[in-house]
């Protein structure tokens, strides 16, 4: 089983894909955040595998918050989740190897093909 962390300052958000994950039927130990400051608490306690976040939170961006996490766990897979299709922050997410930027109004089909996809580099 992989754990995932959850990351997006938007909490009605971050509990819709929590639902959305644990009835996917994929072996997922889901964690949630709500800022960046939570996600590097949840890090510095556990292992994490895979970490799907919002690209724009207050304080810290979700850019700062891949340098960060893969101090910790360099081998952890990271998507970005957002509401802007803005191309600097797609080319910088890319730049840090990101697994995939998916937009917020995408359907959910293409999020869990996205984490599945990661799982399998995992695997």
Known sequence: MY?????????????????LFEASGMELDVWKAT????ALQVARQMKLD?????IRMPEKNG????DELLLYW????ILFLTG???FDYAYA??????EA??????DDAKVLAAVRAAVGKLD
Request: hydrophobic share 40%; net charge negative; glycine share 2%.
């Open 63 to 66: 850019l700062q918050l891949t």
């Open 50 to 54: 895979l970490v799907l976040s919002d």
């Open 3 to 19: 754990r995932m962390l959850i990351v997006d300052d938007e909490p009605a958000i971050v509990e819709g894909l929590a639902q």
């Open 101 to 106: 930027y998916i937009l917020k109004h995408e």
């Open 93 to 98: 997410a890319f730049q840090k190897n990101v």
């Open 84 to 86: 802007y299709s803005e």
């Open 74 to 77: 360099p081998s952890c897979k």
């Open 35 to 38: 800022s960046a400051d939570e």
